[in-house]
């Protein structure tokens, strides 16, 4: 048996949550992961943006994971988001009619995005939001943040969190409203206007 020296961090062979890089794209996306929203449900919104790193450039390699409420503000309880046939463990994909409010989704070569889901309803003192989690290349640890839509500026004004952050990063939390359902939601990795993004202890 082989001892591993693990008193200093030098000696320490590298895990994946240590290692550069991307490695998601092969097993993690699955087909309709950007479709949360029940297939033909009137109140679906597309919320869509671009992953930028520090330089400004469009990360094309980025995952991104999506979680939210549905429209009363609860949270779904329904499987189903990547469902396999029992009999040959192959993919069926969503079923279409129930929400789980979850999503995974890949940007494209142009480092774009987007997302069908539901409007998601506040929960307590919150104004409504998405939760958002950012994997992407030069990350050794993923990223949180929030997606609040516009429309009720009472609530955005009152929610805890947003009333915490200083007025010239606040507006990194919340979507443009880009008109018939259609949100705008940019994520900025780093340098002049970083997304705000959170850490939970």
Not at 46 to 67: F, Q
Request: with cysteine; hydrophobic share 35%; proline share 8%.
């Amino acid at each position: 048996m082989t001892k591993i020296d693990t008193s200093s961090p030098e000696s320490v062979l590298p895990t994946p949550s240590h290692t550069v890089g991307p490695f998601y794209g092969y097993a993690l996306p699955f087909r309709g992961g950007e479709e949360i929203a029940p297939l033909g449900h009137p109140g679906t919104i597309t919320v869509h943006g671009y992953v930028y790193d520090g330089e400004g450039k469009p990360l094309p390699d980025a995952l991104l994971e999506v979680w939210g409420p549905d429209p009363d503000g609860n949270l779904p309880t329904a499987d189903g988001s990547m469902r396999r046939d029992p009999a040959t463990g192959g993919f069926l994909g969503r079923n279409g009619v129930e929400f789980t409010g979850f999503g995974r989704i890949q940007t494209d070569a142009d480092g774009h995005w987007y997302v069908r889901t539901l409007r998601p309803g506040a929960r307590g003192a919150n104004a409504p939001y998405l939760s958002l989690c950012v994997f992407a290349r030069g990350l050794l640890v993923h990223l949180f943040t929030r997606i609040y839509l516009p429309g009720d500026d009472a609530a955005l004004a009152a929610d805890p969190l947003l009333s915490r952050v200083e007025d010239g990063r606040r507006g990194t939390l919340v979507a443009a409203d880009e008109g018939n359902g259609t949100y705008r939601f940019d994520i900025r990795l780093q340098g002049e206007g970083e997304t705000v993004f959170l850490e939970f202890q």
